[in-house]
């Protein structure tokens, strides 16, 4: 049957592709709390400048490599679309993606590229140029993002019905949002940065680290949850009852996953934290979202009081292992999106919209393997081309910022303003070289905050 479009089901895409973009500045309120006051610009703008970046680029080539037509065996899609060509027609030739124009299907797979190389600043805050962030960003984009989403997203047909797809959606590995192509990706990548910048000044030891604005990092979480609805339920491509079972997955899951996160909190620190809570959402967010088509909303709260607490355990490997991820992208991203797809391989239920078989539903072990080899792929894949180009950028024009910057803080050092006005009444810009003015702006910004807090709240928090 020949299919038609549906006004409802463009509507929601729509809707929900403007909730994914959303998801990103609601990255960078929840990354530049984290961040001490002198780098939360420049945390913000690695975000923005994520969203301006992809954006183009996706238009370019991204589609196209990700959803063009096979060229490769199922790793990356030719450039029969290059900057949209064929797509672009809105009258009654109108290409259908579905039920809805291709283009609306653009725009909401473009959203999902723009947070996926989002995510990864977070491992490099306080230290990392912005220039080379942007290059690292373009590479990673066109090396790693498109070519992936290929794998995963693409389940194109050919005329008589053969699957010419990306090669992991052809395998039948279960990913219905992206927990390999986003979460396990951008945690990958984030961890080769880290391991090529190094650590920050002080890291483990110097209180300043500790997030400066927790209010901003609550506003971010809860942003980013509303946006999460669109990024999960909008997956289904159509207002209907996949997208609503996706739904309540995506609401129960994280609220689990908060309460997973508090009780480890509790019982290792003997209180619990706004940031622990903050951050247990955003690890039930994205456990589930492999998950939320796979699973039933009983498996979910199981899955995101695991996420919760396994992601509370993990964020502290950083220590034991001696690897400066700042803002524990691999601690959540990474570690949560493995938990998530490979939890598909035992919770799939037939009675759920993937229809997967899990080991708990008779299923034995052949998705599990299959979610496992999905998992793996997509972590090797993006850890490797990662740290080759962060290596290549950091040996040509240089990745990390001088001990200089790094103490001033990277905001004034690299955009010339501050997020804060100094007591002195000054205005939030400095010119550069301004040594004397980023001195009191560093001072008042990060020493007067920390002044209160007792002795070992930085160790607790981080925990």
């Known amino acids: 049957m020949t299919p038609t479009l549906s006004a409802g089901d463009t509507a929601w895409v729509l809707a929900s592709a403007a909730l994914v973009l959303l998801m990103t500045p609601g990255l960078a309120f929840f990354y530049g709390g984290m961040t001490r006051a002198k780098s939360v610009l420049n945390m913000m703008m690695m975000s923005f400048g994520a969203i301006a970046l992809v954006g183009v680029l996706w238009v370019l080539v991204g589609y196209s490599m990700s959803f063009g037509t096979d060229a490769a065996a199922g790793l990356v899609g030719n450039l029969d679309k290059i900057a949209l060509h064929g797509v672009l027609s809105t009258g009654d030739d109108m290409p259908l993606a579905g039920t809805i124009p291709e283009l609306a299907f653009v725009g909401f797979q473009g959203v999902f590229a723009i947070i996926t190389v989002a995510l990864i600043s977070g491992s490099i805050a306080d230290r990392a140029k912005f220039g080379a962030w942007m290059v690292f960003a373009f590479f990673f984009s066109i090396l790693v993002y498109f070519p992936v989403a290929h794998w995963v997203f693409d389940a194109n047909k050919d005329a008589n019905g053969t699957f010419i797809g990306g090669w992991l959606n052809g395998l039948g590995v279960i990913d219905f949002a992206g927990g390999t192509a986003v979460h396990i990706n951008a945690g990958a ?166 229809k997967g078989q899990g080991l708990f539903y008779g299923g034995g072990f052949e998705l599990l393997g299959k979610q496992a080899l999905g998992a793996g792929s997509v972590l090797v894949y993006s850890f490797v081309i990662s740290l080759v180009i962060g290596w290549i950028i950091s040996k040509t024009m240089g990745f990390r910022v001088s001990t200089e910057a790094e103490e001033a803080g990277v905001d004034i050092a690299l955009h010339a303003e501050t997020a804060y006005s100094s007591t002195s009444g000054g205005s939030g810009f400095h010119p550069l070289g301004a040594k004397a003015e980023a001195d009191v702006a560093a001072f008042n910004a990060d020493d007067l905050l920390a002044a209160p807090l007792e002795k070992n709240t930085e160790k607790k928090v981080k925990a």
Do not use: Q
Request: hydrophobic share 55%; charged share 10%.
């Open 189 to 354: 990548a984030g961890l080769a940065l880290a391991l090529i910048l190094g650590k920050r000044r002080g890291f483990g030891k110097d209180p300043s680290h500790r997030p400066h604005n927790l209010p901003f990092v609550m506003l971010g979480a809860g942003l980013l949850w509303f946006g999460w609805f669109g990024f999960n339920a909008g997956s289904a491509l159509g207002a209907n009852g996949v997208a609503a079972f996706a739904w309540i997955n995506t609401l129960v899951a994280p609220c689990a996953a908060v309460l997973g996160w508090l009780i480890v909190e509790k019982l290792r620190d003997g209180h619990a934290t706004s940031l622990g809570a903050a951050s247990g959402a955003v690890a039930g967010l994205v456990a589930i979202t492999p998950a939320c088509a796979a699973i039933s909303p009983l498996w979910a709260i199981m899955l995101g009081l695991l996420a919760g607490a396994v992601c509370a355990l993990a964020v502290g490997l950083k220590y034991r292992f001696g690897y400066d991820d700042s803002l524990d992208v691999v601690g959540v991203h990474l570690v949560g999106g493995i938990v998530g797809t490979l939890f598909i391989g035992l919770a799939a239920g037939p009675g759920a919209p993937s």
